[in-house]
């Protein structure tokens, strides 16, 4: 049974760091590209962050830039975002994403961040 759970959301005050974290489960991990992405209030999910199946090549949105950073721990089938100078414009609900190329992709649950006073 394929799982993708996140953890580590929550709220943080403008300018605060949080780390999630995805455990990933059921299939090969280590062949996947992974990624987050998040849903703001009454938008459209975007990507924000994609790492390559060994982990040197990694990309952000525009937004994010300078700011996040993705990684991803293949012995342990863990992938990780790091916010950092978070702003409200960060605030949503964050889910990773699992990249199948030519075979399924899949999602987990998501978890909320908030980023606010």
């Known amino acids: 049974q394929v799982q993708l759970v996140e953890s580590g959301g929550g709220v943080v005050q403008p300018g605060g760091s949080l780390r999630l974290s995805c455990a990933a489960s059921?299939?090969?991990?280590?062949?996947?590209?992974m990624s987050w992405y998040r849903q703001a209030p009454g938008k459209e999910r975007e990507m924000v962050a994609l790492i390559s199946t060994t982990g040197d090549i990694a990309n952000y949105a525009n937004s994010v830039k300078g700011r996040f950073t993705i990684s991803r721990d293949n012995a342990k089938n863990m992938v990780y975002l790091w916010m950092n100078s978070s702003n409200a414009e960060d605030t949503g609900v964050y889910y990773c994403?699992?990249?199948?190329?030519?075979?399924?992709?899949?999602w987990g649950q998501g978890t909320q961040v908030t980023v606010s006073l």
């Open positions: 994403k699992g990249l199948g190329g030519l075979l399924e992709d899949y």
């Open positions: 059921g299939f090969a991990f280590s062949t996947y590209q």
